[in-house]
């Protein structure tokens, strides 16, 4: 078998740190390069053959990742919050932290993370983005009641963003003058653009080939819609990745921290590190679920007798994410199992 040769990847927006080194350690050679298509293919061909890389996740890992992975004979990314606890020390900088990434690589001790593929990926940025122009759309929203409210204007609050009563309001309010007229109009044409751009987005995820099976599958959870669906089969990539409900629920964010120390357990209310993304939208959709599920209405109140409402909100979030792990695993719809079906410990 041919030496393998092993690349720590110092990844910036500008600039790439790396240091090559052989099975036993030493330093085959180590620089820097500018973080374009063109420079890491002429580097590519400097080379010694074969050879595996790591880098550390970042915003700017993806397009890297996806240039490199045909040359390499494996490339890996490391999760940055456990790769920094193995790197720490006192002197720091990008040549050290390629050639330690290196090291990691190369003794196997690479705290490895999830890479999902690169149509997922594509994918998962269109709904972040949709995500973006609904907060947009709300801001502007909001920013037209402001107006409203400025200038002393009384309004029906349920009503305003209605296309209808808001043409009304214009044309017969006499405290709206010109200018301000013209803010609002301008307002509302905004948000009509936000909300078209917004439903187009979301209904060519839905109509998407790659998704469509698996979304309409999660969708026959009991509140969980289109929303919901993609948001869990773009974030979440391969389900197989999860070993548990445990894990899965940590990674949503949805339990909470502990640091323990001798008789002292400290416990957070909920986890810092998990997927926002995933986060916001199970809570959001957990608020909801009780409405449209009698078991997760049931759920919802056992557990606010026990507690408060967040913690009953909690709860209902956990249970659907074990509803979309369940479905989502065994790609099959979403079925009750009736109570006398199932078997008494």
């Known amino acids: 078998m041919e030496p393998m040769y092993y690349i720590g990847l110092d990844v910036h927006k500008r600039t790439i740190c790396y240091c090559v080194k052989d099975s036993r350690g030493a330093i085959h050679s180590e620089g820097s390069l500018f973080a374009t298509r063109f420079d890491l293919d002429r580097w590519m061909k400097t080379l010694p053959q074969p050879w595996s890389a790591a880098m550390e996740a970042t915003m700017f890992t993806g397009w890297i990742y996806?240039?490199?992975?045909?040359?390499?004979?494996?490339?890996?990314?490391?999760?940055?919050?456990?790769?920094?606890?193995?790197?720490?020390?006192?002197?720091?900088?990008d040549r050290i932290d390629a050639g330690k990434i290196c090291d990691c690589?190369?003794?196997?001790?690479?705290?490895?993370?999830?890479?999902?593929?690169?149509?997922?990926?594509?994918?998962?940025?269109?709904?972040?983005?949709?995500?973006?122009?609904?907060?947009?759309?709300?801001?502007?929203?909001?920013?037209?009641?402001?107006?409203?409210?400025?200038a002393g204007v009384s309004y029906n609050k349920q009503r305003l963003h209605q296309a209808g009563y808001f043409r009304e309001l214009l044309a017969s309010n006499p405290d709206i003058n010109d200018g301000l007229k013209s803010l609002l109009q301008l307002g509302r044409e905004t948000v009509v653009r936000l909300q078209k751009t917004e439903s187009a987005m979301v209904r060519s995820l839905e109509r998407d080939?790659?998704?469509?099976?698996?979304?309409?599958?999660l969708m026959t959870i009991p509140a969980v819609g289109p929303i919901t669906a993609l948001t869990w089969a773009l974030e979440v990539g391969e389900v197989q990745r999860?070993?548990?409900?445990?894990?899965?629920?940590?990674?949503?964010?949805?339990?909470?921290?502990?640091?323990?120390?001798?008789?002292?357990?400290?416990?957070?209310?909920?986890?810092?590190?998990?997927?926002?993304h995933l986060q916001t939208t199970l809570v959001e959709a957990a608020k909801m679920a009780p409405r449209y599920s009698p078991d997760l209405a049931m759920l919802y109140e056992k557990e606010k007798q026990k507690g408060n409402a967040n913690r009953a909100t909690l709860a209902v979030a956990?249970?659907?994410?074990?509803?979309?792990?369940?479905?989502?695993?065994?790609?099959?719809?979403?079925?009750?199992?009736?109570?006398?079906?199932?078997i008494a410990a």
Do not use: W
Request: proline letters at 3%; a positive charge; glycine letters at 2%.
């Open 66 to 93: 996806d240039h490199l992975k045909p040359h390499a004979a494996a490339l890996k990314v490391a999760h940055p919050l456990m790769l920094r606890a193995i790197a720490a020390a006192k002197k720091k900088n």
């Open 105 to 150: 690589l190369r003794c196997d001790f690479l705290p490895e993370c999830y890479m999902a593929s690169t149509a997922i990926r594509e994918r998962r940025r269109t709904l972040r983005y949709r995500n973006l122009l609904v907060r947009q759309m709300v801001q502007m929203k909001i920013k037209i009641s402001s107006l409203l409210m400025e």
């Open 209 to 217: 080939s790659l998704l469509m099976d698996r979304v309409e599958r």
């Open 242 to 276: 999860f070993s548990s409900i445990k894990k899965a629920i940590s990674y949503c964010g949805l339990c909470g921290a502990e640091k323990s120390s001798g008789n002292r357990v400290q416990r957070t209310p909920l986890s810092k590190q998990r997927n926002k």
């Open 318 to 342: 956990r249970k659907l994410v074990t509803y979309l792990l369940a479905v989502d695993r065994g790609q099959r719809n979403f079925q009750v199992v009736p109570a006398s079906n199932c």
